[in-house]
C-alpha cells in the first residue's frame, strides 16, 4: 500500500466518525439532552445540557489554552475573550 492509500484510509475513518458522532448530538439536541449555546459571558459557542445560557465556558475558563495569542497580550484584562460585534438577543 502506498501512503495516499493508507491517509485516504485514515481520512474516510476520520470523517465517518465524526459524521457519526455528529448524528448521535443530533439525537441528544432531539431529545433535549444537549444543546449548542451562547456562553453568557463571552458570547462562544458552547454546549449545554440545558436550554439556558451557561454561565462560563472554556473559552472564559483556559483562555491561555484555547487563545494563547490573545492572553498572553491581555494578561490584566478581563477573563476571557469575549466575542465582538455579535448582535445575538437572549
Ligand atoms: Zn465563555
Known amino acids: 500500500m502506498t501512503v495516499y492509500e493508507v491517509a485516504t484510509i485514515a481520512l474516510v ?5 465524526a459524521a457519526t458522532a455528529a448524528i448521535y448530538l443530533g439525537l441528544l439536541n432531539w431529545i433535549g439532552a444537549f444543546h449548542v449555546m451562547r456562553c ?3 458570547h462562544h459557542l458552547t454546549t449545554a445540557s440545558t436550554r439556558a445560557a451557561p454561565a462560563s465556558c472554556p473559552h472564559c475558563r483556559r483562555p491561555a ?7 498572553a497580550r491581555h494578561q490584566h484584562g478581563p477573563p ?8 445575538l438577543r437572549y
Request: net charge positive.
Open 80 to 87: 476571557g475573550v469575549r466575542v465582538v460585534g455579535d448582535r
Open 40 to 42: 453568557a459571558a463571552c
Open 13 to 17: 475513518f476520520v470523517l465517518a466518525t
Open 65 to 71: 489554552l484555547l487563545h494563547p495569542v490573545y492572553a
